[in-house]
């Protein structure tokens, strides 16, 4: 891994950038998924081990915490969302959304995946977080 030795590891804002626009947040070449929201077992370029971060339920609630919040929310004050008809207002503005929602959760899960690799939280640490509750 002569690749993985010469590179320094990226702070916590490049790996989320990095994440952000779908790349290794460990070398910013290979693809972070294989598909649209299935991240690659390992980096195509550099080998890493991208499933090993958990991201879970994290990315769906911070998209639902920027659509829902800060483009919902802000369209309830224009006075024409509640005076037009709910048979044009609402695919005039559900469609729009679910594309939103759509194209942000991929950019989210990246930039929380490069978290979660910035602080070295991986699936494997989860016992951690559970130990107290079983006792
Ligand atoms: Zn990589």
């Known amino acids: 891994m002569s690749i993985m030795s010469r590179h320094e590891r990226p ?58 919040h800060l483009l919902v929310a802000p369209l309830l004050f224009f006075p024409i969302i509640w005076q037009a008809p709910a048979a044009i207002m609402l695919p005039a503005t559900l469609i729009p959304l679910a594309v939103a929602t759509l194209v942000i959760l991929p950019r989210v899960k990246g930039a929380f995946i490069g978290l979660l690799y910035a602080l070295k939280v991986k699936a494997s640490d989860a016992h951690l977080h559970t130990a107290d509750m079983a006792d």
Not at 38 to 48: A, I, L, N, T, W
Request: with cysteine; aromatic share 10%.
């Open 11 to 68: 702070t916590l804002v490049q790996a989320m950038i990095r994440g952000l626009r779908g790349r290794c947040p460990n070398c910013d070449r290979g693809s972070l998924y294989w598909k649209y929201l299935k991240v690659e077992p390992r980096c195509q370029v550099c080998g890493h081990d991208i499933a090993q971060y958990p991201a879970d339920d994290g990315p769906a609630y911070f998209t639902i915490l920027i659509v829902g």
